[in-house]
């Protein structure tokens, strides 16, 4: 797919930076992470999900989780402002999408954008739209976040031979459940995975995330 990324991204910006604008540079992830997500929809648009997760996969292997993407209250825009904002602001709303599915994200997403509460001269913080996110989606996904935003290392998944024809499977590093899928002989399936192991049943070794929704410690 090819396309003038500057000038998307830019143009992307106007969808709703004057619109919603942040209060503190700790939070310019909200600016800079969505619209960067915006740019991935360009390649979902014109080069279907193949492209899509190309770029994710690309975008994946760019980021060093060096910091976290929400900097301390009054940081200043040299100690907040880093490549990971875009990239890993990114890859959040990749996950977020995966996570509440096209028929919650998107709309939320939008409505997000028109809420008084959040627009023009009401500056707004990432906070406000993590709870925005909780309410709109009736789900409690302070885990997500806290791992994604404020932290640097990633869950780590374990694979563990168990009997003849199964595997336990584990996130280490958190204390929480996502929803991630894994591949095996038998097809594609969806489990809530997290640091108790749960069984599958498979001849070989199962592929965890084999898309790539969510960054994992593989």
Known sequence: VNYDNLLHHELGHEWFGNKVSVGDWADFWIHEGITAFGDWMFYWEHGGPEAYFKNASNTLRQIPHAKPIVSPINSTE????????????AYVMHSLRWILGDDVFFPMLKAFAADERFTYENQVATRDFIDFVN??????????????????????????????NGFEVS????????PVEIESEKGIKTVMLGPNPILINSMTAPIVDPKGWLMLKK
Do not use: C, M, N, W
């Open 78 to 89: 040299e100690e907040a402002y880093h490549s990971e904002i875009y990239t890993k602001g």
């Open 135 to 164: 309410s709109y989606s009736g789900r409690d996904l302070e885990g997500f976040f806290q791992l994604y935003l404020y932290a640097t290392d990633l869950p780590e998944v374990k694979i563990s031979k168990k009997r003849k």
């Open 171 to 178: 996130l280490e590093g958190i204390d929480f459940q996502l």
